[in-house]
């Protein structure tokens, strides 16, 4: 699935606060002292995020 700019970055700092809140984190060869938001980035690239987004689609009449 293709996301908007807006929709990553929504993405990617949710689950950046998930990881600095406590979060496990899904990837095995990351140091879990790095930067939240590094690892986010990472999760994301691979594709592993444990978060969906719901599109809402306008009725055209």
Known sequence: MLYTRFERAR???A???QIAM???ILLDDVDSSADPMAIS???FEHGIVPITVKRLLDAVP
């Open 41 to 43: 980035m990472l999760e």
């Open 15 to 17: 689950r950046a606060l």
């Open 11 to 13: 993405i990617i700092g």
């Open 22 to 24: 406590g979060a496990p």
